[in-house]
C-alpha cells in the first residue's frame, strides 16, 4: 500500500474481524487510506468514520452497503484519481456502490481485486460459499485488474477465464530487514537458533519441529507469533523450543538475525499449496537458507527465479530434519549474499511497478 500510494489515493477495502464497525482512517503512509470493516457485508454490521458514530445500521444489507459506499465517497475530493484494492469478494457491493459514487464527483477510479485466497478456504464464512463464488466472478468481470499470488490459484478460480490477471507473488522490503553475510554460529558452534516467524495455526506441523529439535546440532528454536486456538493442542514441546509471542517487526528482525535457518514448516493440505508465504522473501532478505515443507508454490519460485541448491536439496530427499541440519553445516558467506541479492530483486516496489503497467490509468507521483 505504502508504494502504490507515491502514485495516488489508495483505498484499501480491508477485513477486520475485532469490531464490528466500519472504518474509514488514514494511515502514516502518505495517500493510503484503510478501510477496516468488521467480518463481511454478509452480516448486521454498525459503521463509524472518525469523529462520528453512527447509530445501529438496519439489516437490509443492499441499503448498508449503499451507505458506506456513500461515507467514503464523501472523504474523497472531487476529480481525485482513486485505486480501490480489494482482498475479499464480499466487499463486492461496497466496491461497486462506491465506484459509482466516485464517478458522480468525477474521479477516475481503478479497482484492482487481489485473489488471496481460494473462496473456499473462508471457514468462517463457510454458510455463504456460494455467494463467495457468485462475488467473485461479478469481480473478476468488474475488476480493471485481477492479480493472484499462487499460480495453483488459477485451477481453482475463475482466473483463468479472463484477459486482465496478473500473476504476483508475494515479496518484501529487503531494506527493512537486517543482513549479515557473517553465519551466526561460526564463532558458536555450541549455540545454534533456528527459527520462524508466522502465525502458528492448523497447517503449521509442530511435529516436524520437535523432530528437527532433537537433533544434537540445535541448541534453541525460536517461534514468533500468534498462537491460534488449538494449534498445539495435545503436544509437548521439546525444551528447546521458544514461544516468543506477537512481537514488533524491529524485535522480530533483531532476534531473526541471530538465526542460522529459517523454517516453513506447513502441513500438506490444499490450503498450504495455495500458499506463497511472505516470509519466504523475508528470510531470504535475512540472508537464511530456507528449509520447507514441499508447497507447490515455493518449489515454483524456487525452480523459476532461485537456485534450490542454495537453500536446500528439494523433496522428497530426506526428511525435514535431515534437511534443516545440511541447510545449517553448507551454508556459506557467498550463499547468504545470494540469497540477499535475490531478495532485492523480489520487492513491493517491482510489484507495485508490475501492476500499475497493467492498469489502464496513468498514475503519476503527487
Not at 127 to 143: G, M, R, S, Y
Not at 151 to 163: I, T
Request: charged share 20%; with cysteine; aromatic share 10%.
Amino acid at each position: 500500500m505504502k508504494q502504490l500510494g507515491k502514485f495516488g489515493k489508495v483505498f484499501y477495502l480491508n477485513p477486520h474481524k475485532t469490531t464490528s464497525q466500519l472504518i474509514v482512517s488514514g494511515t502514516p503512509d502518505h495517500n493510503v487510506f484503510d478501510v477496516s470493516i468488521s467480518c463481511s457485508p454478509y452480516f448486521h454490521l454498525t459503521r463509524q468514520k472518525p469523529s462520528q458514530q453512527f447509530r445501529s445500521v438496519s439489516t437490509d444489507i443492499s441499503l448498508e452497503c449503499s451507505r458506506a459506499a456513500s461515507d467514503i465517497a464523501s472523504l474523497i475530493p472531487a476529480d481525485s484519481e482513486v485505486l480501490l484494492y480489494i482482498s475479499a469478494p464480499y466487499w463486492r457491493k461496497i466496491a461497486l456502490k462506491l465506484i459509482a459514487n466516485l464517478e458522480m464527483k468525477a474521479c477516475t477510479t481503478s479497482l484492482v481485486y487481489d485473489i488471496l485466497d481460494s473462496v473456499v478456504h473462508f471457514k468462517d464464512l463457510a454458510p455463504h460459499t456460494d455467494k463467495l463464488i457468485d462475488d467473485q466472478l461479478i469481480l473478476c468481470n468488474e475488476a480493471n485488474l485481477v492479480t493472484y499470488t499462487a499460480k495453483a490459484m488459477a485451477d481453482c478460480s475463475p482466473v483463468h477465464d479472463f484477459q486482465n490477471c496478473l500473476y504476483l507473488p508475494n515479496a518484501c522490503n529487503p531494506e527493512d530487514w537486517t543482513f549479515s553475510s557473517t553465519i551466526p554460529h561460526i564463532n558458536t558452534p555450541h549455540n545454534v537458533i533456528i527459527g520462524y516467524f508466522g502465525t502458528i495455526a492448523h497447517w503449521f506441523n509442530i511435529d516436524l519441529v520437535n523432530e528437527v529439535a532433537d537433533s544434537g546440532l540445535i541448541s534453541k528454536i525460536q517461534l514468533i507469533g500468534p498462537v491460534t486456538e488449538g494449534a498445539l493442542d495435545n503436544h509437548t514441546l521439546s525444551s528447546k523450543i521458544e514461544l516468543l509471542g506477537v512481537r514488533k517487526h524491529y524485535e522480530i528482525d533483531q532476534i531473526a538475525s541471530h538465526w542460522s535457518c529459517g523454517l516453513i514448516p506447513f502441513e500438506d493440505m490444499e490450503l498450504t499449496q495455495f500458499t506463497n508465504p511472505v516470509k519466504l522473501y523475508e528470510y531470504m532478505a535475512l540472508g537464511l537458507p530456507v528449509v520447507t515443507t514441499p508447497l507447490s508454490e515455493i518449489l515454483h519460485v524456487f525452480q523459476t527465479s532461485y537456485k534450490p541448491e542454495s537453500l536446500y536439496d528439494p523433496p522428497p530427499a530426506g526428511p525435514f530434519r535431515v534437511k534443516v541440519v545440511n541447510a545449517i553445516l553448507n551454508d556459506s558467506t557467498e550463499q547468504r549474499l545470494e540469497r540477499r541479492e535475490w531478495a532485492t530483486t523480489q520487492t513491493w516496489e517491482k510489484r507495485v511497478n508490475s501492476m500499475l503497467n497493467s492498469l489502464p490509468l496513468e498514475w503519476k507521483y503527487d
